[in-house]
């Protein structure tokens, strides 16, 4: 009598979900990827496995998309997702869909309505406030803070150097945590020579609890994470609210602290700083944020600038480690640069590495951190191709796929070669979009940019970067000309062997 019910209301539900769905339904039908549609589970089934396993298949939903006029669609579940691999479809997406998924909400929980996942109402006037703070004079006062911790960086590197293969994440995390708590906090957190400091242990609970939720969607429902995972969920509380409370000390001794130089300087005994922190800056500006607006954007600088940074600066060691001959020439560069000096980095030196630009932005191409974005279909809506999209579907773009999308960058698409973005013109501006496209595109790339030029130049003085035996064997075998190496997606693109690399000092 029992399963009898079950069956009975199954197949109520499935009519329910079916007519609800039907425009959905529909589209599907016409943009549906290949394989099977099974109920209740859709295509879910094609992405089984690790983490590895999915994102290769998400890869091969790319160049289905390629091939079918750049879009396709997943059922996953009951959820309905539309992939675009094609930058002038990509454009106009990006440009008219603003809001965030739902499954953002997730990041929520410890950014509250920080920029990056506020919903659309909040994020328009906090992104009016932050784009003068994002100017490039202030900008290049934060790049003596990127020097004097890329050297701490070296130096640390030194105690591996010449002794075999090792990770340098941590390495790459703890740089550009310090870098960027410096810059937005004003604070000198030296993880870089305590990798073992409460907050970093704290901010790296949330961050991979989130990310793990947000890949697994079964858990997205707050009852349901907590019944299934509860210490798991207890553990995040206990960090967010350490968080909180750590940012909420900062700002509240940071305001006072403002608030007695005022008074100093008013009696015009006041020494003036040489620059000022991205805090000061919000806390300056007209609009009069609180403690709460004031964490939350802090907080997504700090979230953003940390992981964005390292993941872009591991990748392209990664690239100069495979291709020596690059790497050289990278080298070479910089010498001419600095002939021969061991000073540090300063602003006027960045626009002058042209090939280092190169082959950042290349490496960008090929393993951008965030390989995808997601938006909301609010209402129908007719794209320039003809096709309609139904309220309530959701689109994810695939900046994996349309940074390999032979139509923008030619037969060559899925080879590592920096000269491209020397010699030729981006054949649409949408085509290259490492850290997304549109009018909520990362407000801080430059300042990413900025960060990985001054660790990378200052690096390469010191070390040559040498390739390992997991790096020459890629998803494409042994194979130079077209490496793709193992990747792992949880929201941040990751390398499956941790961005392992070998440091020989150079004499």
């Known amino acids: 009598m029992l399963w009898l019910l079950v069956g009975v209301l199954l197949v109520v539900w499935t009519a329910v979900s079916r007519w ?5 339904i529909a589209l599907g039908k016409t943009l549906s990827v290949k394989g099977i549609c099974l109920p209740i589970v859709g295509h879910a089934y094609q992405l089984l496995g690790s983490h590895e396993e999915a994102m290769i298949k998400m890869d091969k939903v790319g160049k289905e998309a390629y091939e079918r006029g750049g879009i396709v669609s997943m059922w996953q579940g009951d959820f309905f997702y539309i992939m675009v691999a094609d930058p ?66 070296v130096n640390q590197l030194s105690k591996v150097a010449g002794k075999g293969t090792f990770s340098v994440w941590k390495t790459l995390t703890t740089y550009a945590m310090d870098s960027v708590c410096e810059t937005t906090l004003g604070i000198q957190l030296n993880t870089q020579l305590e990798p073992e400091l409460p907050f970093l242990r704290n901010f790296e609970n949330c961050c991979r609890i989130d990310s793990k939720r947000i890949c697994e969607p079964w858990f997205s429902n707050d009852t349901v994470h907590k019944i299934f995972n509860r210490k798991t969920a207890d553990l995040h509380t206990r960090s967010k609210e350490y968080i909180w409370n750590f940012m909420n000390k900062i700002i509240q001794t940071k305001w006072e602290g403002l608030k007695k130089e005022k008074q100093v300087s008013e009696s015009n005994q006041r020494t003036e700083k040489s620059w000022k922190t991205f805090l000061e800056l919000l806390i300056e500006s007209p609009v009069g944020y609180g403690t709460v607006e004031l964490r939350e954007e802090t907080l997504v600088l700090v979230v953003g600038g940390t992981d964005t940074s390292a993941v872009g600066t591991a ?113 649409h501006p949408a085509a290259f979009m490492p850290f997304s496209y549109g009018p909520r595109n990362c407000i801080g790339y430059r300042y990413a940019l900025m960060s990985m030029k001054t660790v990378l130049s ?26 793709k190496l193992r990747v792992t997606f949880d929201i941040m693109m990751k390398h499956v062997d941790n961005f392992e690399i070998q440091l020989e000092p150079r004499t």
């Not at 609800?20 to 959905?24: A, E």
């Not at 784009?131 to 890329?150: C, G, M, R, W």
């Not at 689109?395 to 000269?419: C, M, Q, T």
């Open 88 to 153: 002038e479809i990509a454009d106009f997406l990006l440009k008219t869909c603003l809001e965030k998924t739902d499954l953002m909400r997730l990041f929520r929980a410890l950014l509250g309505n920080g920029n990056i996942f506020a919903p659309v109402s909040i994020w328009r006037p906090r992104r009016k406030v932050l784009a003068p703070i994002f100017s490039q004079k202030n900008l290049n006062s934060f790049v003596e803070v990127f020097s004097k911790q890329s050297r701490i960086m």
């Open 315 to 427: 990748f392209t060691m990664i690239m100069l480690a495979m291709y020596p001959d690059v790497q050289e020439k990278v080298y070479e560069e910089i010498q001419q640069i600095f002939d021969n000096s061991d000073r540090p980095v300063t602003p006027e030196d960045l626009p002058r590495f042209k090939y280092l630009d190169a082959v950042i932005k290349e490496s960008l191409r090929l393993y951008p951190p965030a390989p995808f974005i997601a938006r909301k279909v609010e209402k129908d809506l007719k794209l320039p191709s003809g096709i309609t999209l139904v309220e309530g579907c959701t689109v994810i773009i695939s900046i994996w796929a349309i940074h390999r999308n032979p139509k923008y960058w030619g037969e060559d698409a899925e080879v590592f070669r920096p000269e491209r973005f020397l010699d030729t013109p981006l054949s």
């Open 20 to 24: 609800k769905n039907r425009k959905l």
């Open 458 to 483: 200052t690096l390469l003085r010191r070390y040559r970067i040498l390739s390992t035996e997991a790096m020459n064997t890629t998803q494409n075998g042994k194979n130079p000309r077209k490496p």
